[in-house]
């Protein structure tokens, strides 16, 4: 009620007050910053353990258990989740929502090098096991390009997109991957037996 009444008495520095607050909030608006898509830091990693020709039994005995201990031992860890498959174990790490952004890069090197020290006790087999760190990446465009032929695919792709992705504003990344069709057959000699039963 005393805050009313002073203001009532002094409209000119009500007023004065309230032009500062309108230009001090517009300002503010004009300088925030506004991206469609923000940074924002994904609190967890993965960390996946190829190991042909084990059975999803197996991979959690032999891998799974194993690196989930080790990745336990990390600071800051809130969670560790398995999934065992035949051939291999996929890891999910999620630290504390308390851990700063800027030290979360510091936490995925430590990540790294524990997963890097336990890969020397895998058993013999198993592949090295990588770590996926970079989740936050967003994608903004997906191409898919099909031939018959993977050599024919590679060509297209550096006639087409050789490097100029980069060179578009605010592409950060190009992640290229191929995959070849699976093909059956049956040779003899070298050549095709196609007229065979």
Same mark, same amino acid.
């Given at each position: ?8 008495? +002094? ?39 190829? $190991? ?10 032999? =891998? ?7 990745? %336990? ?27 700063? /952004? ?10 790294? +090098? ?15 096991? =990588?770590?996926?760190? /970079?989740?936050?990446?967003?994608? #903004? ?7 018959? /032929? =993977?050599?024919?695919? +590679? ?13 578009? #504003? ?5 992640? %290229?991957? $191929? ?11 070298? %050549?095709?037996?196609? #007229? $065979?039963?």
């Amino acid at each position: 009620m005393k805050a009313t009444k002073f203001f009532v008495r +002094r409209p000119v520095l009500f007023w004065s007050l309230m032009g500062a607050i309108l230009i001090a909030g517009l300002l503010s608006f004009i300088r925030m910053p506004k991206l469609e898509d923000p940074a924002v830091a994904v609190m967890q990693a993965m960390v996946m353990v190829p $190991y042909p020709g084990a059975s999803a039994h197996e991979v959690e005995l032999q =891998v799974a258990q194993m690196m989930e201990n080790e990745l %336990r031992a990390l600071p800051n860890v809130k969670k560790v989740k398995s999934e065992c498959r035949n051939g291999s174990a996929m890891l999910t790490v999620e630290f504390q929502m308390t851990v700063l /952004d800027r030290d979360l890069e510091q936490l995925f090197n430590l990540l790294r +090098r524990k997963v890097n020290d336990a890969a020397s006790r895998l058993p013999e087999g198993c592949y090295d096991p =990588v770590v996926i760190d /970079d989740m936050m990446d967003v994608y #903004g465009i997906f191409y898919g390009l099909t031939a018959d /032929d =993977v050599e024919e695919i +590679r060509n297209l792709e550096i006639r087409t997109m050789d490097g100029r992705q980069l060179r578009i #504003g605010n592409v950060a990344r190009v992640e %290229r991957g $191929y995959a070849a069709p699976k093909r059956n057959g049956f040779f003899v000699d070298g %050549r095709p037996a196609l #007229g $065979y039963a």
